[in-house]
């Protein structure tokens, strides 16, 4: 599976950004998918994963209520809904896919088998 991230920009305290995830391969369906970022001179983090059906999220306790992450296997794109963003959201934000069967998602870095590239997300205050 390969992933490409997009959607990112430069938005105001408050403000909205879709970030979409396109994969290519027919297995895309088959894995599930999260969200990560990595703040400038820190660790990457985990802020949201969905099931293979979609059915089951998961979301980093600083995300919870703003972000919505969603799922069109039709199309083999992942997307992160960010609402309500704050400068502390600045960050890259990488989609990544993971074969594997978890319950609950995974929310660690080393589950995740394929990452896409990365896009800037950065939020003035």
């Known amino acids: 599976v390969q992933l490409q991230a997009s959607g990112g920009g430069l938005v105001q305290d408050g403000g909205s950004l879709r970030l979409s995830c396109a994969a290519s391969?027919?297995?895309?369906?088959?894995?599930?998918m999260g969200w990560f970022r990595q703040a400038p001179g820190k660790e990457r983090v985990f802020v949201a994963a969905i099931s293979w059906g979609g059915d089951t999220t998961r979301y980093a306790d600083s995300v919870k209520g703003r972000f919505t992450i969603s799922r069109d296997n039709a199309k083999n794109t992942v997307y992160l809904q960010m609402n309500s963003l704050k400068p502390e959201d600045t960050a890259v934000y990488y989609c990544?896919?993971?074969?594997?069967?978890?319950?609950?998602?995974?929310?660690?870095?080393?589950?995740?088998?394929?990452w896409g590239q990365g896009t800037q997300v950065t939020v003035s205050s």
């Open positions: 990544a896919a993971d074969r594997t069967y978890r319950r609950p998602l995974a929310v660690g870095l080393r589950d995740y088998d394929f």
């Open positions: 391969g027919r297995t895309f369906s088959r894995h599930e």
